[in-house]
């Protein structure tokens, strides 16, 4: 069985089709516990009234605590062998439950995870697996640094073997919002085995509806996430060089991990934040906190090592941490090594033209870098690009790039890959030297 657990506060508009969603599930064996955190409109009335047309949904009532306690009154009353979460304005298509159920089975999965798609005013948003996950069964210490936005960190998008979150006494955090990145950063180091469901999402987000905690952000609920995932674990991040007693970080370790998770999801905090007060307060306390644990970065990765600088070297005023300057800057630490690879080479194309094949041309133009011509996709949005950002280049198709050109410049490592597996071997995955938009 799989235990649904929603919270609900003031969403009555959504909460018919969420529960019909759930009742025309392919997949019939299921428990939907819905949690009324207190709401002032009619969720409640809405709630009992499928509870009582249907034993599998149960229904409490508790004061306004917010999502992270409602979230777990409903872990604790939850019976399914896996667990999943439900925002109570989203939708589920109606094999949504059973292809999770049968591929978690399928692989004896401690998380199976899918894709999501994102619902912003009316315009749905279909994102695909991350290219670093692999295609089968594996275990979060096989993934790299980037695992936690891999993997993504939320926590709705995730089916979750009851026994992990039970035995690791994994909770959601007391926070106003990003409440569920740390369940979901702890469920993901706490299982053996995970899969990732392929092709497009069954179930749909919706972002931006009024009243949503996201509207309301604080950044500083990420470094309270970080913080407590630093505490758990870094003392077990260690191991003891037979030379010497001193005590050696593992590469690409848990650490590693939860630093990608706090300078890289900081510059998504920066750009959400609608507040300029809020926003300067946490930057502040991040470098404040960056400055106190120095030790925490002694091995981290050279984009880690330049992000870290840039936080402690910059004003917030200076937004270097908007995407085309932080583009720019990773793209510049990386120039020597880019110049040599490009250099005397005829005819380099670039693949793929958006964030960061268009920081790439303007890297190439301020280094005196010589272009042949853009391929993607969709010329026509190449050349819109293009006139945007007045940069003077011809485009080409992706068939005459292969036929006339020496060297690929691929802008993202899907791209690499799509090229890699069709034979063409002189190509330059972009992604490895500027991985941070």
């Known amino acids: ?137 594996f275990s979060f210490s096989e993934l790299g640094d980037s695992g936690f936005f891999d993997c993504r960190n939320m926590v709705w ?113 920066l750009r959400r934040a609608s507040d300029d007060k809020v926003r300067a307060a946490y930057y502040d306390n991040l470098r404040a906190y960056i400055l106190e644990n120095e030790e925490l970065f002694d091995n981290c990765s050279s984009v880690q090592s330049i992000i870290k600088q840039l936080f402690l070297t910059n004003t917030l005023e200076e937004t270097w941490w908007k995407e085309d300057k932080l583009l720019a800057a990773q793209l510049e630490s990386s120039a020597d090594e880019l110049k040599s690879l490009i250099h005397g080479v005829k005819k380099p194309v670039v693949w793929g033209i958006g964030k960061r094949g268009l920081a790439f041309l303007h890297f190439c133009l301020r280094n005196n870098i010589s272009i042949y011509a853009v391929t993607d996709r969709s010329i026509s949005k190449a050349m819109d690009y293009l006139n945007s950002s007045i940069i003077s280049i011809k485009t080409i198709d992706n068939k005459s790039a292969l036929n006339d050109s020496e060297l690929i410049i691929a802008t993202n490592s899907i791209i690499y890959k799509y090229l890699s597996d069709n034979g063409f071997t002189n190509v330059i995955n972009l992604e490895h030297y500027c991985p941070i938009l």
Not at 67 to 96: H, M, Q, V
Not at 180 to 197: Q, T
Request: aromatic letters at 8%; charged letters at 25%.
């Open 1 to 137: 069985m799989i235990s649904i657990i929603m919270p609900v506060y003031n969403t009555a508009d959504y909460l018919n089709n969420s529960i019909k969603n759930v009742i025309n599930q392919s997949l019939t064996d299921w428990e939907l516990i819905c949690i009324d955190d207190g709401s002032c409109d009619n969720s409640f009335q809405i709630l009992s009234k499928y509870a009582a047309d249907d034993k599998r949904i149960r229904v409490i009532h508790q004061e306004h605590l917010g999502a992270g306690p409602a979230r777990n009154a409903g872990i604790d009353l939850a019976c399914g062998e896996y667990i999943i979460f439900l925002d109570s304005d989203d939708e589920y298509k109606t094999d949504f439950l059973s292809n999770l159920y049968n591929a978690a089975t399928s692989f004896d999965a401690d998380i199976c995870i899918c894709n999501i798609a994102n619902e912003a005013d009316g315009v749905i948003c279909y994102l695909d697996k991350s290219s670093n996950i692999p295609e089968g069964p």
């Open 157 to 269: 998008n995730k089916l979750i073997k009851r026994k992990i979150v039970t035995d690791n006494n994994i909770r959601f955090q007391n926070l106003t919002s990003s409440n569920d990145v740390y369940f979901s950063c702890k469920a993901l180091l706490s299982s053996e085995r995970i899969y990732h469901l392929p092709g497009k999402s069954d179930m749909v987000h919706r972002n931006n509806r009024v009243g949503q905690i996201s509207e309301n952000r604080n950044p500083n609920n990420l470094l309270s996430c970080a913080k407590q995932l630093v505490d758990e674990h870094f003392n077990q991040q260690f191991e003891k060089d037979n030379n010497s007693s001193l005590q050696i970080l593992k590469p690409c370790d848990i650490i590693r991990k939860i630093i990608e998770l706090l300078l890289r999801g900081s510059l998504e905090e």
